[in-house]
């Protein structure tokens, strides 16, 4: 039965799902410099979000539940940052720290490039989710090409590194068709 399943039919079965990936959201979300404190709220709301995802039946899932509830944390995150307005005294004076070191343009531009990025990460993700993984476990967990062969079932670690370099080119092709 997949963990999915396993969602729709067991509610504790979230317990199990908390405990087995928090860590490695943690470390994650912490690559990209959130707080520890910022940490459990976000995590937890992914846990929500996933839970209401289950319970509508044409919901399906194209990547691990790991990946999709960190995925959901690194969107959290970047919500919270969009929304959040930083504003500093200069000579005395408030202001918006944003609107002080970049232009209007400059930050719609930024916005803008942050979300094609989204856009080209969630669309390979959903095409190509053993290339997901593959890129993931890589850059993001630091994992060895040995690991990443035993886990994701390649021959050898040779073969891992090669579909790595498959991987990259697939995602290259996929936001140079978006950009």
């Not at 970047?78 to 720290?97: A, H, N």
């Not at 719609?108 to 989710?129: G, I, M, N, P």
Request: contains cysteine; aromatic residues 12%.
């Amino acid at each position: 039965m997949s963990e999915l399943e396993q969602l729709r039919r067991d509610v504790d079965f979230y317990e199990v799902i908390y405990r087995q990936h928090r860590v490695v959201a943690y470390q994650h979300l912490r690559s990209l410099g959130i707080r520890e404190d910022q940490f459990v709220d976000i995590f937890q709301e992914a846990v929500i979000v996933l839970f209401e995802k289950t319970r509508d039946p044409s919901f399906h899932l194209t990547c691990s539940v790991r990946t999709y509830l960190i995925s959901i944390c690194r969107n959290q995150f970047l919500k919270r940052m969009q929304r959040q307005v930083d504003v500093v005294s200069i000579d005395g004076e408030q202001t918006v720290y944003n609107d002080w070191l970049e232009d209007e343009e400059e930050i719609k531009e930024r916005h803008a490039q942050l979300d094609l990025l989204d856009q080209v990460w969630q669309t390979f993700a959903s095409v190509s989710s053993k290339c997901y993984e593959l890129i993931y476990r890589f850059f993001y967990l630091k994992e060895s090409f040995h690991l990443i062969a035993e886990v994701m079932s390649y021959s050898n670690a040779d073969h891992a590194k090669n579909q790595k370099a498959r991987c990259q080119k697939k995602l290259r092709e996929l936001y140079k068709g978006k950009a």
